[in-house]
């Protein structure tokens, strides 16, 4: 079966990475694996990744259910006093290398081994004119009310990454919602805004300041995606 779009437009697409550093592509891949992807989100047991002064955090599903309301309103408080002075994220996530690592043969997974492979990382770097990519991270994320996050670049010395990409998995969504990915200039001015169209792939060159938008209280969905890095392993 063909994971991808047949009729994708590559030279266009190349021209307008190149070009302005970033791009989103509509009708990325195939109708059967765009509903295979979706539906495996349904079956997530999530878990909530943050950070607090200690670093990086997460509370498993069964960790975030146990909280009382005191507790939530308590973990909530201490989330945006990271966010008030420095770099903070807030959301759900399921770790499709955990899952690879872990022996996972659920469908996520098997789906982080075929974009580990040259079939996608091949494509990517015709794209890209990368020609060093030649490894992938991924991550299953859902942005739910009150998730959000802030203003970075992707830059990390450990790893070498050089694009970062997200393949949209959300079917109904309003921008009013937040849980856009803005791409943000030096002096504060937003340059880009993707929306989350369902079927779309947003790949954008690393380092490149970015943030997404706090998702509204009256949102009425949530906001599901596979993310990650394309890197130089």
């Not at 989330?79 to 659920?106: C, E, N, Y």
Request: net charge negative.
């Amino acid at each position: 079966m063909d994971y991808l779009n047949p009729s994708l437009d590559e030279a266009a697409i190349a021209q307008t990475l190149h070009a302005k550093g970033r791009v989103q592509i509509r009708d990325f891949f195939s109708p059967p694996v765009i509903d295979a992807l979706e539906a495996a989100l349904q079956s997530i047991d999530w878990q909530l990744v943050y950070r607090d002064l200690r670093g990086d955090q997460k509370l498993t599903g069964e960790q975030l259910r146990a909280l009382t309301p005191p507790q939530r309103m308590q973990l909530t408080e201490g989330i945006h006093a990271v966010a008030r002075q420095d770099f903070q994220f807030s959301f759900f996530s399921d770790s499709l290398v955990d899952a690879v690592k872990g022996g996972r043969t659920d469908l996520l997974a098997r789906f982080m081994r075929w974009m580990a492979g040259d079939e996608f990382l091949s494509r990517m770097r015709t794209l890209s004119g990368d020609d060093r990519i030649n490894g992938v991270y991924a991550q299953a994320t859902m942005y739910s009310r009150g998730n959000f996050l802030t203003t970075h670049d992707d830059h990390v010395d450990r790893e070498d990454r050089r694009l970062a990409y997200v393949i949209n998995l959300t079917r109904q969504w309003r921008p009013d919602w937040g849980g856009l990915l803005h791409f943000a200039d030096e002096d504060g001015s937003v340059g880009d805004t993707f929306f989350p169209h369902f079927n779309s792939l947003s790949l954008f060159k690393v380092p490149q300041r970015h943030f997404v938008s706090y998702v509204t209280p009256f949102a009425m969905s949530e906001r599901t995606a596979i993310t990650g890095w394309l890197i130089a392993a």
